[in-house]
């Protein structure tokens, strides 16, 4: 069964670092053809894909959002992550992670609940 | 970036009614493989997205056969016959033949 989770700090003030988790099993990032991607929704409103990490280490970014994106993983312990740096309120979203298929379907498969991340002074 | 238009925005329909939702993309979904990277979504009220449908027509893992996907190069539909309550929420179409992968705006279905 394959379930995917985030996490983050829920609120902090501009300018500052954000940091997601996204904590999974069903599934192995060290699978060939297996990635991990991370989508953003703004409250009431749509999708807007972010970055995705694949089981050989590749990184894709949206390039309106990538001087400010990092995403990484920790194959061990089931985790992948996203740092976006000098957030502002328009990163007040829900974020989430994704498995995204990559020989297969190329598509994304199954969905975390999302974490709600609030950028506020 | 490649631009997804979904149409219409919403929809009110009565339960066991059939409806269709259109998405066109500004540039062609077929890959240089051939294959079509146009995919649809379903949130449901309070939730995360969920996969319906992969590359124009496959239906995901659980999904009923009430759910069909057709379209070719820049313009798709899905369609749903014998709408359930269970259908409600906002449709999603979404592209990754292109980067950055991209997603429409929505449709939302609604009971009538």
């Known amino acids: 069964q394959v379930t995917l989770k985030e996490s983050g700090p829920g609120i902090l003030q501009p300018s500052q670092t954000l940091s997601l988790t996204c904590s999974f099993s069903?599934?192995?990032?060290?699978?060939?053809?297996?990635?991990v991607s991370w989508i953003r929704q703004p409250s009431g409103k749509g999708l807007e894909w972010l970055a995705t990490?694949?089981?050989?280490?590749?990184?894709g970014y949206n390039p309106s959002l990538k001087n400010r994106l990092t995403i990484s993983k920790d194959t061990s312990n089931n985790q992948a992550f996203l740092k976006i740096t000098s957030v502002d309120t328009a990163d007040t979203a829900i974020y989430y992670c994704?498995?995204?298929?990559?020989?297969?379907?190329?598509?994304?498969?199954?969905w975390g609940q999302g974490v709600m991340v609030t950028v506020s002074s | 970036d490649v631009v997804m238009t979904q149409t219409p925005p919403s929809l009110s329909v009565a339960i066991g009614q059939s409806v269709s939702i259109s998405c066109k993309s500004s540039?062609?979904?077929?890959?240089?493989?051939?294959?079509?990277?146009l995919h649809w979504l379903l949130q449901s009220p309070g939730r995360s997205p969920k996969r319906l449908i992969y590359?124009?027509?496959n239906l995901g893992s659980g999904v009923p056969d009430r759910f069909s996907g057709t379209g070719s190069q820049k313009d798709f539909t899905l369609k749903i016959s014998r709408v359930e309550a269970e259908d409600l929420g906002v449709y999603y179409c979404?592209?990754?033949?292109?980067?950055?992968?991209?997603f429409g705006a929505g449709t939302k279905l609604e009971l009538k």
């Open positions: 994704a498995r995204f298929l990559y020989y297969s379907s190329y598509d994304f498969d199954y």
């Open positions: 069903g599934f192995s990032l060290s699978t060939s053809g297996i990635c």
């Open positions: 990490i694949c089981w050989e280490d590749s990184k």
């Open positions: 540039q062609s979904l077929v890959y240089s493989d051939g294959k079509t990277y």
């Open positions: 590359q124009v027509s």
């Open positions: 979404a592209q990754t033949t292109h980067f950055p992968h991209t």
